[in-house]
């Protein structure tokens, strides 16, 4: 089932149609990996210098990355809560003097869960864009399904966090009430 240039499913073609192809220069063909295209070189070239006018160079590259992280913590209350929770999952691991290779998975959760943050929120974002103030049953699935993601990941970081900090933390807290 592929799409038809009018963005209609047609259930007799295996491969996008010819004028499909023509219309989107970046789909790919089925034969190499390469994008197909019929524009001229210097047309395609210009294409492409215009991709990096969004950001000329490394260091504005990360101001937008800033500003999307900026974004998300400022607005998303539980990307906020992830931090939080995060932040005191690490410092707890440093406080009990977790190893190294212990911290490391400790700080991949987290970044697990902040990375799949991000992403659910790009989605909705995008999703709020296309649909705007209606409804769209498949709109709700795509969102449930982000938000879907970021809650098994979470879940996945509580228990990795569990199994790392919980018994060092035991064992110090045992030692603290047997001294007194």
């Known amino acids: ?3 038809n240039p009018d963005f209609t499913t047609s259930t007799n073609a295996t491969a996008p ?5 023509r219309s989107n220069p970046l789909l790919m063909s089925q034969e190499s990996s390469s994008p197909v295209s ?8 210009t294409r492409r210098n215009l ?3 969004v950001a000329p160079n490394l ?13 998300a913590f400022i607005t998303q209350r539980n990307f906020r809560i992830h931090t939080i929770i995060g932040t005191i999952a690490i410092t707890l691991g440093m406080t009990l003097r977790v190893s190294g290779v212990e911290m490391a998975i400790v700080g991949l ?8 943050e991000l992403l659910n929120t790009a989605l909705e974002s995008v999703v709020d864009l296309t649909v705007k103030q209606s409804y769209h049953e498949l709109a709700k ?4 399904c982000a938000a879907g993601a970021v809650l ?15 018994p060092p933390l035991y064992a110090t807290t045992n030692s603290l009430f047997n001294h007194l």
């Open 141 to 144: 699935i795509a969102k449930d």
């Open 59 to 71: 260091l504005v590259s990360f101001k937008y990355a800033w500003a999307g992280l900026r974004y």
């Open 152 to 166: 098994v990941s979470a879940i996945a970081a509580i228990f990795v966090g569990c199994l790392i900090l919980l």
């Open 38 to 45: 019929e524009w001229s070189e210097p047309e395609e070239k």
């Open 17 to 21: 149609t010819p004028q499909l192809l």
């Open 1 to 3: 089932m592929t799409l």
């Open 51 to 53: 991709a990096w006018n």
């Open 109 to 116: 959760t987290i970044s697990l869960v902040l990375t799949f």
